[in-house]
């Protein structure tokens, strides 16, 4: 019996963290990180704050797990797309393309995971995941290099100089005061601009031909 | 009297105030911003921990400033090379040699710049400064496509994708885990590698020839 009440304590514990961790991402999506306090969740969720601080220290500890599976589900998008079946070089622009519309269309949560200023556990992590980005493009530099349309020396740090490029090109497209610009009427790239001026650049770089219809970034 | 008394006060406020800062930069160089702690800055100066918080509220507030007087030095003398007679290709090459020999140089501070995982503050800054970063290398590449070496579209997009990209080639070989690989006697790119690669990656990427000496990234 004590077996089987624990079991379900250790179920309903589990329940629960995922619904903490669902409402914390719907905040962080519609707010970014700044409207991510323990109380305000708590309140989202339906629980006291001291229930909810028994699943996460502090802030920085749950901001940094929301940080995790949200850009998980990145990666393997992304990761989906590098390794499908097909050229090289149509591969990368396709995964480009998809990373920048996905992050377009999530605008506020994009800028959260990419850049939003704050605590450390989160910079921790965006370490970490940049690490698996460049893995991944590393991979298809190698299968790039190896078909003879890619020419790459150092695959690593160009697999590194491809994750910048791509998170930092769309930092600035997608940050509070762009949007605030956007909304008074000043012109701002859109998300075709960025897709294609990361498409030319990320493609001349690893000195692939461009497609024909991108001749300039 | 009380004018000069003063007068006077001010100047000794400030002249502590730059005591503070050139000891904290020290620490920050030596050990990363984690090495930067309110108590261990007030015993370099030889002050009271009060006193140091009378100049500064608290360690994000002292962390950002330093890293703002570190970074302000570190841009002035990109845009000294990038802003020099020559060819834009060439000004380009050696913006981003000096760049990746100065991170070198000081491969602790540069990391902690970079990317160290740190206070919020510091990541406001650092969009601030990647922002002044970008606005450089647009100007750069403005006088490229008009001298009809560069041929780039989004002027804005590929100067911010160039930021990115330097960013992210050094903070793996200058990261603290890097470090302690190469002392294990494991493989890691020397300063020649990044700077080539680099040089061949940005170059390419914006549509420039490359140096002969360099035919690979």
């Known amino acids: 019996m004590?077996?089987?009440t624990t079991a379900l304590r250790i179920d309903r514990d589990q329940a629960l963290r995922?619904?903490?961790?669902?409402s914390a991402l719907a905040r962080v999506a519609a707010g970014g990180f700044a409207a991510l306090t323990m109380q305000a969740l708590a309140e989202d969720v339906g629980i006291a704050t001291g229930s909810l601080y028994r699943h996460f220290h502090n802030k920085g500890e749950l901001a940094a797990e929301v940080f995790a599976v949200a850009s998980q589900g990145e990666l393997e998008a992304l990761q989906q797309t590098l390794r499908a079946p097909g050229p090289p070089a149509e591969r990368l622009a396709a995964g480009l393309q998809q990373f920048a519309a996905r992050a377009w269309h999530s605008r506020r949560l994009a800028f959260a995971l990419i850049a939003e200023p704050v605590e450390p556990q989160v910079d921790e992590q965006r370490l970490l995941f940049r690490e698996a980005y460049a893995e991944s493009f590393g991979e298809l530099l190698e299968q790039g290099n190896a078909a003879g349309v890619f020419r790459v020396s150092h695959l690593g740090l160009t697999a590194a100089c491809l994750v910048g490029a791509i998170a930092e090109a769309l930092v600035g497209p997608l940050s509070p005061p762009a949007r605030a610009a956007r909304e008074a009427g000043y012109p701002a790239p859109s998300l075709s601009d960025v897709s294609q001026a990361l498409v030319t650049f990320c493609l001349r770089a690893v000195g692939a031909?461009?497609?024909?219809?991108?001749?300039?970034?």
Chains 1, 2 share one sequence.
């Open 18 to 22: 995922q619904r903490i961790l669902a």
């Open 2 to 4: 004590a077996y089987r």
């Open 209 to 217: 031909p461009l497609p024909e219809k991108e001749p300039q970034s």
